[in-house]
């Protein structure tokens, strides 16, 4: 199966061991992605903080140019996601706007391709059972806790995939490679996303609850699916000396499923997670 893939500014820089993690994981599930050629910046918080038309716009040009590839177009990360299927919502509901994105973007909507997170592809796409079946290194003894993060499940009525309040997909997909999730409370909280640049010690508040949530439940790890929020995860916490990684929930596919690359993935951490790995025998 191919789809369209649109990796994002921060798969290029601060997360690229998701980009990496992403396409060997897909690839060993048999799932291509095609990168969008000349594909733009989705805007992320600047554009809809400031312009409607071009927070609309930007994300637009992406769904364009999947709709000439022909392909679903499969986005991992979740501020990307959020504002690409916002703007597909707003092309399949708002009929004045859409009009006017089409004479700037130059194109006209047809409303066949479905925008996804990469999260919701695997499950829907591959499937959690299929995924299962390719591990040939069950991650036993790993405890780790889920965090969807604000974004990826909301809102509802525009993103409609999983429970909003209490989402699942990750977590049974993480099930399935051998490792137990901990149900905790914070799944869906927000991690402080970019506030991180102009406001550390909001965002320093707001990562250390949820690192010590998780350490209260006892998990050795959080798994995520956003770059902000992993980036957020490993930098912005107030106490030097804490030892909870954060992985990517692509990261934990490929480790499990005994893909090569792993330890390149995980060098590019800030919190180093091999020390843990290695206790668990999961890594060399």
């Known amino acids: 199966m191919k789809l369209s893939y649109f990796p994002g500014c921060s798969l290029g820089s601060t997360a690229k061991e998701y980009d990496m993690s992403a396409r060997a994981a897909c690839q060993a599930l048999g799932m291509e992605l095609v990168e969008l050629k000349d594909w733009v910046c989705c805007g992320a918080t600047s554009a809809h903080s400031t312009n409607h038309l071009l927070s609309v716009a930007l994300p637009s040009r992406n769904v364009a140019l999947a709709q000439e590839a022909g392909m679903d177009l499969a986005i991992p990360c979740s501020a990307c996601y959020s504002r690409v299927k916002k703007a597909d919502y707003v092309l399949r509901n708002n009929d004045d706007l859409r009009k006017e994105i089409e004479g700037v973007v130059d194109f006209k909507y047809n409303g066949k391709v479905n925008v996804v997170s990469l999260l919701e592809a695997l499950v829907s796409q591959v499937g959690v059972e299929a995924i299962a079946n390719k591990v040939q290194k069950p991650l036993k003894g790993l405890k780790v806790v889920c965090f969807y993060g604000c974004l990826l499940v909301r809102p509802p009525e525009v993103t409609n995939f ?6 699942m997909s990750m977590d049974k997909i993480v099930k399935a490679l051998g490792a137990e999730t901990i149900q905790w409370s914070y799944k869906t909280d927000c991690c402080g996303a970019n506030l991180g640049l102009t406001s550390t010690k909001v965002v320093q508040g707001m990562v250390n609850r949820l690192i010590e949530a998780a350490k209260e439940v006892e998990a050795m790890a959080i798994v995520t699916a956003c770059p902000l929020c992993q ?17 990517f929930f692509t990261e934990l596919i490929g480790l499990a499923l005994g893909l090569p690359d792993t330890k390149k993935w995980f060098n590019l951490h800030l919190i180093n997670p091999n020390p843990l790995l290695q206790s668990l025998s999961l890594a060399d």
Request: aromatic share 4%; proline share 9%; net charge negative.
């Open 162 to 167: 999983d429970n909003t309040e209490n989402p």
């Open 231 to 247: 980036s957020n995860l490993e930098m912005r916490r107030k106490e030097k000396g804490t030892d909870l990684p954060a992985f």
